[in-house]
């Protein structure tokens, strides 16, 4: 991350300096968000990285494209950041952030994995938690947000997932690009998509000790 200085590096008009790097697996895109809500009176800014690819070029295997994207709560007023949500992802291409009827989505375009080309790219729905201060008496009861799965898109080779919303209508359109070129077009109504549900016991390594244990049938 990169900040722009008006009087640095000695050139009129300044130019940007190195702020801020972030720990990152073979990054191919990436894409900011601020939070709907609001911690201590401020909003909090978000950024999401996805990750494509670990291991030797020379002697690929799928498990080296099989990787977790990380979404990060990014402090720019100190240069701090903070692990929130690890996604799995099979070689991303690109991160998407949009807006639709007031919430939070993300899209995430998957290009290969173990099914080679063929994947399913996804659509997640910024949703809240919250922390439990029973676990800690230290801790606090306030809203976390986490992107949950609410659609997937068959894709082959997919490079970008991308959202265009009709004005007229306030019908979202998917489009995927692929590598081979071609576009595929998907309409979904996205009013009535409700989470997937996750693992019966889902606890992350990546949350701390004011973290609840999630219970999902």
Do not use: W
Not at 48 to 54: G, W
Not at 112 to 132: C, H, T
Request: proline share 5%; aromatic share 10%.
């Amino acid at each position: 991350v990169y900040k722009f200085n008006p009087t640095g590096c000695s050139l009129i008009g300044g130019c940007f300096e190195l702020f801020l790097q972030l720990p990152a697996l073979g990054a191919t895109s990436v894409a900011n968000f601020d939070s709907p809500s609001t911690s201590g009176g401020k909003v909090r800014h978000f950024l999401v990285v996805a990750n494509s690819f670990e291991g030797d070029q020379d002697v690929e295997v799928p498990s080296h494209s099989i990787k977790n994207s990380y979404v990060y709560m990014v402090d720019y007023e100190n240069g701090a950041f903070e692990l929130v949500q690890a996604i799995q992802t099979a070689s991303a291409q690109a991160v998407r952030v949009f807006k639709h009827d007031s919430r939070t989505f993300l899209t995430i375009s998957n290009a290969k994995g173990f099914s080679g080309l063929a994947q399913r790219s996804k659509v997640y729905k910024l949703s809240e938690r919250r922390q439990d201060s029973r676990l800690n008496s230290q801790c606090a009861i306030s809203p976390i947000e986490q992107f949950e799965e609410v659609l997937d898109v068959p894709t082959v080779g997919g490079v970008e997932l991308g959202f265009v919303e009709n004005k007229r209508n306030q019908l979202p359109y998917f489009f995927s690009v692929l590598s081979t070129g071609g576009v595929g077009v998907k309409v979904f109504k996205l009013d009535q998509i409700v989470p997937n549900p996750r693992a019966v016991v889902d606890h992350s390594g990546y949350f701390g000790p004011c973290d609840e244990l999630v219970l999902d049938a």
